[in-house]
């Protein structure tokens, strides 16, 4: 990829694409790498249909609205984990650096569900058996193969929630991470989901599918019975000309031959009312499928302002799938907090309420001792906002937030040093956040160093070369006409 623009703010580069993610069905997002650290590059091919002969090149979701180009976009363990198979795990500490090859097979193997490995041909090791005892492999990979059938329903749904579900918080259990999870384990030990409770708006997240199954009545009167693979064929997907009539087959499997022959007869698309596709309102120029299974055909299908899908005044957040058993607060309140974030006035004041309690469960947590620096931060609680940042670190010492954060403190107190001490290392490990290096920049300009925040605005400029603040600070670096106060 070249880009080019003349002008006063002129910007002239390339980038190497080295891999592709998606099968091309509904688009493919592309990655690029800049000193081992992968990101994905901010536009995107969509093969919707209308968007031309050949699809339609665009901007990623998140850069819709972007007026400088947009570079920093991390490749997040979590897309790899669910578009490729065999992906590497980040280096720890950093968010987006990888080992080569980035993943070692495009899409998705029989590993991903069915578990073991290229030599369990040969294997002598038994298979894994499902069921509630059963515990998680020590190694990385499962000698024995998995027989999903063979399951328990939860564990059975794992296979396809670890991917078709995303709800609206997903938190990873205390040093545990999805890209970890194998055929046969506890999803829960992994990540948990929350949801709003009681969500029936129109709008649809493209990756939502189980979530949306649960609500619907299909699902409900047949209970466990009922998953992905009821209507799924995991191995193979009709093709177009038998696909009516194979789904309908499905529904008749519960409805029946009497009902399917007097209930309009002169629509056998059954999918056509009962699960429409809807236009998805976080992925551009996709569509889904409601699988909440509609009995009354949904009307319209625009995609909601993503603003509808923020927290607001009364809305729940609950556990999915659903426990019967007390949980930690842990969890809930570090749900609030991503949503607060996000940018939730009304999750903030649900995170500051719940994070103290959770704390108080977890005193030893970092996420937690981050989070509750960050509330204490924003509410002007400086120096309780530092010892839990200090708390953190002692805990979890290559925290990327609690590092960031506590160097303002630091920095805004007058203890430069100490800032910048925190800065250097958390932007080498994470050169995509432009703004660790602003800093960092300006913490040793003030400190005399100019050669090194000139070093420091460069490598910013390396990976965001369209970032107007660190080129400004730049020129006046190169200038002599240093403004090191500035902000």
């Known amino acids: 990829m070249s880009f080019d623009r003349d002008g006063d703010a002129a910007l002239h580069g390339r980038r190497k694409l080295e891999y592709y993610i998606g099968s091309g069905h509904r688009g493919k997002t592309f990655t690029f790498s800049d000193d081992g650290f992968s990101f994905e590059l901010p536009i995107n091919f969509y093969s919707q249909p209308g968007g031309g002969p050949g699809g339609v090149w665009d901007m990623q979701p998140k850069s819709q609205g972007a007026k400088e180009m947009p570079l920093t976009a991390p490749a997040a363990s979590s897309c790899l984990n669910c578009h490729t198979s065999d992906a590497q795990a980040p280096e720890v500490g950093t968010e987006n650096k990888y080992g080569s090859p980035l993943f070692a097979h495009g899409g998705i193997t029989c590993e991903r569900c069915h578990g073991g490995d290229v030599s369990h041909g040969t294997s002598l090791q038994k298979a894994v058996k499902g069921g509630a005892g059963n515990s998680r492999a020590s190694g990385p990979r499962r000698a024995g193969i998995i027989n999903p059938a063979k399951l328990t329903p939860s564990r059975r749904d794992a296979l396809c929630m670890q991917c078709h579900l995303e709800g609206n918080a997903a938190i990873p259990q205390p040093g545990r ?65 038998e696909r009516t009539a194979y789904f309908r087959g499905k529904c008749l499997t519960c409805h029946g031959e009497a009902f399917g022959a007097k209930h309009h007869v002169e629509q056998q698309n059954c999918a056509a009312c ?98 509750v620096g960050y509330s204490e931060q924003l509410a002007g609680l400086t120096e309780q906002a530092r010892e839990h940042y200090e708390h953190a670190l002692r805990v979890k010492p290559l925290s990327l937030d609690a590092a960031a954060n506590l160097g303002l403190i630091e920095a805004e107190a007058g203890n430069v040093e100490r800032a910048a001490a925190l800065w250097k290392p958390a932007f080498e490990r994470a050169p995509g956040r432009s703004s660790l290096g602003i800093n960092l920049a300006r913490a040793l300009c003030l400190r005399g160093q100019g050669e090194e925040a000139k070093a420091a605005i460069e490598r910013v400029l390396k990976f965001n070369p369209d970032f107007s603040t660190a080129r400004g600070m730049l020129k006046q670096l190169e200038s002599g006409e240093v403004k090191c106060e500035d902000k």
Not at 363 to 368: I, K, V, Y
């Open 177 to 241: 991470h999805l890209f970890e999870f194998r055929p046969g384990d506890d999803l829960s030990e992994f990540v948990t989901y929350y949801v709003y409770s009681g969500d029936g708006k129109d709008n649809v997240r493209a990756v939502s599918q189980f979530e949306a199954l649960e609500q619907s009545k299909c699902k409900r009167a047949t209970g466990d019975a009922m998953t992905c693979t009821t209507c799924h064929d995991p191995h193979s997907s009709p093709p177009a000309a």
């Open 274 to 371: 009962h699960m429409q596709r809807l236009t998805t309102m976080d992925v551009g120029h996709t569509q889904a499928s409601d699988h909440r299974i509609l009995r009354v055909p949904q009307q319209g299908g625009e995609p909601a302002d993503e603003a509808s899908n923020a927290a607001t005044p009364g809305t729940k957040l609950v556990r999915f799938p659903p426990l019967k058993e007390e949980e930690s607060l842990r969890g809930l309140a570090l749900a609030w907090t991503s949503l607060a974030v996000a940018g939730s006035k009304y999750a903030f004041e649900q995170s500051e309420k719940s994070l103290p309690e959770a704390l108080a469960q977890n005193p030893e947590d970092a996420d937690l001792l981050a989070a």
